[in-house]
């Protein structure tokens, strides 16, 4: 989990403020489901306090946690890519305050200005996208191994 506010701290102060005239606060209780997959995705919400649980839904066995994520991160970015429906579920592991975005309004905004709207594209691209892609590359090391190739020289190498 990263630090209170770090997904703000990476847009420039003049696309933070337009981003944050979208936002109005929420309060989650525990155990809430925010979204489940499949569902449309109409809004993001990035988090000032709390944990969420991303899942996946397996047959046979319901839903399985992928990530959690916490403060200063920013939950959703299905809301992004049409057809706007959410790639994993999403449940509070206990209470959460947040801001919440209008998704439809956000994409209207980053159409009408276009340097907002591409601050706002890198940010989730790098810090959101990119991040989830590394950690699940590391996940799926962990979980299925990596035997590398002796490195030539090494003991042992070439027997």
């Known amino acids: 989990m990263t630090r209170e506010g770090a997904f703000l701290d990476t847009l420039p102060p003049v696309h933070r403020g337009w981003l944050l005239g979208f936002a109005h606060e929420v309060t989650l209780p525990a155990e809430?489901?925010?979204?489940?997959?499949?569902?449309?995705?109409?809004?993001?919400?990035?988090?000032?306090?709390g944990v969420v649980a991303l899942d996946v839904h397996i047959p046979g066995r319901g839903p399985v946690v992928v990530e959690t994520i916490g403060d200063g991160e920013l939950l959703g970015w299905s809301w992004l890519f049409a057809p706007y429906r959410w790639h994993l579920g999403a449940r509070t592991r206990g209470p959460v305050r947040a801001m919440e975005f209008d998704a439809a309004r956000v994409r209207a905004a980053m159409e009408d200005s276009p340097a907002g709207g591409l601050a706002l594209f890198r940010a989730i691209a790098d810090q959101v996208i990119g991040e989830r892609l590394r950690a699940a590359r590391t996940r799926l090391l962990d979980l299925y191994g990596y035997d590398a190739p002796p490195r030539p020289g090494a003991q042992g190498a070439g027997r």
């Open 32 to 49: 809430a489901r925010i979204f489940d997959e499949g569902g449309a995705a109409d809004r993001f919400w990035i988090l000032h306090s």
